[in-house]
């Protein structure tokens, strides 16, 4: 047999009978036990090996389609992924959802149960690992050569534990069970350096020998990434850190030295141990950094490795290459290219440069100052010197563009430079803007504001280097997955299900907006899905708020709310109200108290609320512990209200509230992210705006804020803040409370009345059910734009310029 004509595999069979005679294969000879003795464990092991196999075929015949055509490849290059839990993906992505559930049932299991055992690897913090695993999904689904890299933490994101004392974390070691969705590759373990010194190669300017001081090795595994209704199936390939042989202290050992002897394998393999839980706050640890660099250094060889398979020379890479960079983290990628073509493979600098320059675009995903990743200059010279070298001769060359183009204006020179004086820092989004070939923002007000802010001396020079690609989310698991009832009755409604891979069909159901036994049945399922969610009583309005807590996210203007609902139920405990559930969700950094002190008051509000007999009946504040992709799968069908209420100009995009207004949840939000284009999209008759715009908000310090004005004009807002500073909350709330008073750095109290009054429009419009339910159902219409699958067809047309290498069938 010519295996290189074919795959060369027997063909897995798709009926229920082959599905089970190799599940019970598994069974027996794989996981080694019988079905008298199969526990659920057993049994969901077994199936997820089962489905699995299907989808490695299929990979099988991917990578076979790839080799031979050797095509355009996307090499995506991110900290973070957050996957979500596979088993459930991955019985719908390979068609075998029925028969599993028949043949596991054989086996005395239910498909439920063992989805209950399915663990997500929580290897990221928030909207920046759920965007690259969105995109992951839908490079496959759209049939584009991709492969996503990223590390395998040992321990992912902090469980989190929600008591009346606020957030406690515990460390998340999501693979103690094993992981039935991955492959190890350990034929493909890279060699990493760290720290040592560098020295000059005789004859050359350029060239450099480094000699690392310590040495790591970094391990792949993989987890498949299939497309949905599609033959591909990609792969995410993971590297851990592991010590060398020699990093084995064999004569400590020998004199009893035990813990001495593993010292330093023990710190090898810590680079890889822990997720950095800090989204948008820099530390400027070393480990970090180290992180970064092993992600690259692993990631570059196995790209190279990659292209020298099927290539010679490198006159094809930078045709055959394009890396995409996920925020800046691993941006030192663009010096260890330089370092590798210059040092160990002998090109000239510029011609590696002009390389290196094509092969890289770069995705910002912030606009907050303090997000703008910085490393020290000595630090970077002590782990990396070789890399420092390069970054100071790529600055020298690229600020001698800049003072051709504008000769004298050395202030210019100063604020564009990639090293930062006083203290002499690394400044990483700078190294990105330089050598990379596209930059995009994540939303078009985000993008406008990175030319017109934080980038406006590079976007001047270089203009058509900067693109807006708006984010998107994955219709697969956010709206099939998660909401399957009204999946069920948009399939129907459309008469196809063709929406799952073409989101903006639901524009198809903007008719059926006008059809009341349509609206019936809408409404009947979002009270089905609140009532699966026992947030609360399923007809109170259901408001969600779940996201990262940051103070530019401002749960603390939700509360503020809150606070003044209670105030006000209280004073007039007969009146007629709307009864709302207000459900809060998410994770702050550990070592960000200021986030900290807003869980803590949040969970004191609540249960302030509950043992008041006169307001519990119109009002319940609910935070469940622990926010992570399955839980937003349960939250987010039942909710009614999103709220989007961040300072405008602070947060970049935002996908949760792409995710909401998708399964029909009504948006109250500022001007600010994608907001603005799903205000856009939807219509300005079916979304809640307050507040102040992005350039208000950027005015308003310079104008004059103080705080303390809204304060004293504002009774509601003076008893809310006054009942927190009496420390009736507690002293987080007092803590809280004088925050927003001295200094307010978010314009809280400045929203504070026009998000009340909105709040006001909220409560007319759920008054009126039916028209409640039209604009829930014109909010799923009209947001087919924001399926993940566009945003790659942005990225594949604007940025990569790839083109898709579709899979033949098996058949
Ligand atoms: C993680 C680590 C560091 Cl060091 C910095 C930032 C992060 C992080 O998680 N950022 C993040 O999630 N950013 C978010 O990215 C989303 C996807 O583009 C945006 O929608 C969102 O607005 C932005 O805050």
């Not at 600010?672 to 208000?696: H, K, P, T």
Request: charged fraction near 25%; include cysteine.
């Amino acid at each position: 047999m010519d295996l290189r004509q074919g795959i060369g595999l027997r063909k897995l069979g798709k009926t229920a009978e082959e599905f089970q005679q190799d599940l019970l294969s598994n069974l027996y000879y794989r996981r080694g036990t019988t079905v008298e003795s199969a526990s659920a464990r057993d049994a969901y092991e077994t199936l997820s090996q089962t489905v699995r196999d299907r989808l490695a075929e299929r990979r099988a015949r991917t990578a076979a389609a790839h080799y031979a055509s050797n095509p355009r490849w996307v090499y995506y290059l991110s900290a973070e992924y957050l996957l979500g839990a596979q088993l459930e993906q991955n019985l719908l992505y390979s068609g075998t959802g029925e028969i599993a559930a028949e043949a596991v049932k054989a086996l005395g299991f239910s498909i439920e149960d063992l989805e209950d055992l399915d663990i997500e690897p929580g290897l990221g913090n928030g909207g920046l690992g759920r965007l690259a695993a969105c995109l992951v999904d839908s490079m496959a689904t759209r049939d584009i050569p991709a492969v996503g890299y990223g590390i395998r933490y040992d321990l992912g994101i902090f469980r989190q534990i929600i008591t009346e004392n606020g957030q406690t974390e515990l460390p998340d070691d999501w693979a103690f069970q094993g992981n039935p969705w991955e492959f190890p590759a350990p034929d493909d373990r890279q060699t990493v350096g760290f720290y040592g010194h560098t020295e000059p190669v005789p004859g050359s300017q350029t060239r450099k020998v480094w000699v690392p001081g310590e040495i790591v090795l970094g391990e792949p595994s993989h987890m498949l990434v299939p497309g949905y209704g599609t033959e591909t199936v990609n792969i995410v390939r993971l590297w851990s850190a592991k010590a060398s042989e020699a990093s084995f202290d064999l004569s400590r050992f020998s004199a009893g030295q035990y813990a001495e002897a593993v010292q330093e394998a023990v710190r090898a393999e810590n680079i890889s141990k822990v997720l950095y839980p800090d989204d948008s706050t820099e530390l400027g640890r070393e480990l970090r950094l180290k992180q970064q660099y092993f992600l690259v250094s692993c990631s570059l060889r196995d790209i190279i490795r990659r292209f020298r398979l099927r290539n010679e020379g490198w006159d094809g890479f930078a045709e055959k290459t394009v890396i995409q960079l996920n925020d800046t983290h691993p941006t030192i990628a663009i010096a260890e290219l330089m370092r590798l073509l210059v040092d160990e493979y002998e090109l000239e600098w510029d011609r590696a440069w002009e390389i290196t320059r094509k092969t890289f675009a770069y995705t910002c995903h912030t606009l907050l100052p303090e997000a703008l990743e910085t490393w020290p200059v000595h630090l970077f010279e002590r782990l990396l010197p070789r890399h420092l070298e390069i970054i100071y001769l790529i600055n020298m060359l690229f600020l001698r563009e800049v003072e051709a183009r504008f000769p004298g204006d050395d202030d210019r020179l100063r604020r564009m430079s990639i090293i930062g004086e006083e203290p002499r820092m690394v400044r990483m989004a700078h190294l990105a803007v330089v050598g990379t070939e596209a930059v995009n923002g994540v939303a078009e007000l985000h993008s406008k504001l990175l030319r017109e802010t934080v980038l406006d001396d590079f976007a001047e020079l270089w203009p058509a280097k900067f693109q807006n690609v708006t984010n998107g989310i994955s219709p697969r698991r956010f709206v099939r997955i998660a909401n399957p009832r009204l999946s069920d009755l948009i399939t129907e409604g459309l008469g196809t299900d063709t929406w799952i891979r073409d989101l903006e069909r639901l524009e198809g159901l903007e008719r059926l907006a006008d059809d009341a036994s349509f609206r019936e049945r809408w409404q009947a399922i979002k009270r089905a899905n609140k009532v699966d969610l026992a947030a609360g009583d399923p007809d109170s309005l259901t408001d969600v708020m779940i996201k990262r807590f940051h103070e530019y996210k401002r749960q603390q203007l939700k509360v503020l709310h809150v606070i003044t609902l209670y105030h006000r139920i209280r004073q007039d405990p007969g009146r007629d109200r709307v009864p709302r559930t207000v459900l809060f969700a998410g994770k702050a950094a550990p070592a960000y108290h200021a986030a900290k002190d807003i869980i803590r008051l949040i969970a004191t509000v609540a249960a302030t609320i509950e043992k008041d007999p006169v307001v519990s009946p119109y009002l319940k504040v609910v935070f469940p512990s622990n926010y992570n992709v399955t839980l937003a799968e349960k939250i987010i069908p039942a909710a009614d209200l999103s709220e989007q209420i961040s300072l405008a100009g602070k947060e970049a995009s935002g996908t949760g509230n792409m995710k909401l207004a998708l399964n029909g949840a009504i948006t109250i939000g500022t001007m600010d992210g994608a907001n603005i284009e799903i205000r856009a999209r939807v219509g300005e008759e079916n979304f809640f705006l307050f507040g102040l715009d992005a350039y208000e908000a950027a005015n308003a310090r310079i104008n004059g804020y103080f705080p303390h004005r809204y304060y004293e004009h504002d009774p509601e807002l003076r008893a809310a803040l006054d009942a927190l500073g009496s420390g009736a909350f507690g002293e987080s709330g007092q803590r809280v409370a004088s925050s927003l008073m001295s200094w307010d750095e978010y314009l809280t109290l400045a929203d504070f009345r026009s998000y009340l009054d909105c709040q006001e429009q909220v409560e007319q419009a759920w008054h009126d059910r039916e028209r409640w339910t039209r604009m829930s159902i014109l909010n799923t219409a009209h947001c087919g734009f924001f399926s993940s699958d566009r945003t790659i067809a942005d990225y594949a047309a604007r940025i990569w310029r790839v083109a898709p290498v579709p899979v033949p069938h098996d058949d």
